[in-house]
């Protein structure tokens, strides 16, 4: 990737993560007014989830910009997963969230209260919350698209949640008003264990990046289809792959024929250090040549 390119990326991660956190900031407003006025718990439910919001979406704000950072002596390899530790942040504020909104869900279905007047107010602020949603939702996954960024990644997840919360809201409040009084709090029970669902799916992402976990398979297929579709390469072994932040680090062994010189050698390494790098955005690929004597069947990675 050129410095432009570079430029470019880092410019709509940060991007990104300022509409985050406006988006989340006039949601909480919105959503506060519309509380206090209606004393729904499925509206309060979806305004902890925004107020969280604002608290992820602050760390993801920081987050990014520390991982755009270059490469440093203390930190050869870049500052890339601070992505990933920005993912466990949310995770946390998110499970925190949900464990909230379950005990309050529940101490009002067990003591059921009618909804307050304002139940227009607040169908009005959910729909302006989905609209809202919606906008950064769309932004976000064309940066999603340009950068890879799992910082985004994982914000975007968290407010496509918000879209089904907004909507089951939206479900609760015209049920209640029809005198189903009991729906309130049950759908904001179901919003809480959606909640949950969607931290760990966070969680997960965020530790195999910890962890170096490898590429999908499909992407790895890619790798080997790049080598061995070299006519001097002869196979490949010890194919290990990771990502951090939105780059992928990429090492090989290439087996190639031991006749050939070291000049040779070099120079098809290179060029295919080059191909296996323009299958991702952003890649650092390292292949060391290793001198084969017999032709094998087939290479193993």
């Known amino acids: 990737m050129n410095k432009p390119q570079q430029i470019d990326k880092a410019r709509l991660m940060r991007l990104a993560t300022y509409a985050s956190v406006l988006t989340a900031v006039t949601l909480i407003v919105a959503k506060l007014v519309a509380w206090f006025v209606s004393d729904s718990v499925s509206i309060l439910a979806t305004l902890v989830d925004s107020s969280l919001d604002v608290l992820a979406s602050v760390v993801n704000m920081v987050a990014v910009h520390h991982a755009l950072q270059p490469a440093d ?28 909104l379950l005990l309050q869900s529940i101490s009002r279905l067990m003591n059921p209260q009618p909804l307050e007047a304002g139940l227009e107010l607040g169908l009005a602020v959910m ?70 669902y969607s931290a760990w799916n966070i969680v997960r ?44 680090f990429i090492q090989l062994h290439l087996e190639l024929d031991e006749t050939l010189s070291l000049k040779q050698a070099h120079a098809i390494a290179d060029e295919l250090e080059h191909k296996v790098g323009a299958l991702f955005d952003e890649a650092e690929v390292i292949i060391h040549e290793d001198p084969i004597t017999h032709m094998p069947l087939s290479g193993k990675a």
Do not use: C
């Open 205 to 248: 992402e965020a530790v195999d990046l910890l962890m170096d976990h490898e590429l999908p398979d499909e992407e790895r297929q890619k790798i080997r289809a790049v080598i061995m579709n070299h006519p001097d390469a002869i196979g490949l072994h010890d194919l290990r792959t990771r990502r951090s932040g939105s780059t992928v």
């Open 127 to 196: 729909v302006f919350s989905i609209i809202a949603t919606l906008g950064l939702l769309s932004f976000q996954r064309y940066v999603i698209r340009r950068t890879d960024s799992t910082a985004i990644k994982a914000d975007a997840l968290h407010y496509k949640t918000d879209l089904l919360v907004n909507g089951s809201v939206i479900a609760a409040l015209l049920l209640t008003y029809y005198g189903w009084q009991l729906i309130d709090p049950i759908f904001a029970i179901a919003i809480a264990l959606y909640i949950l």
């Open 73 to 100: 002596r203390e930190h050869r390899f870049g500052h890339g997963k601070a992505e990933a530790l920005a993912g466990l942040g949310q995770s946390m504020f998110i499970t925190g969230s949900a464990g909230i």
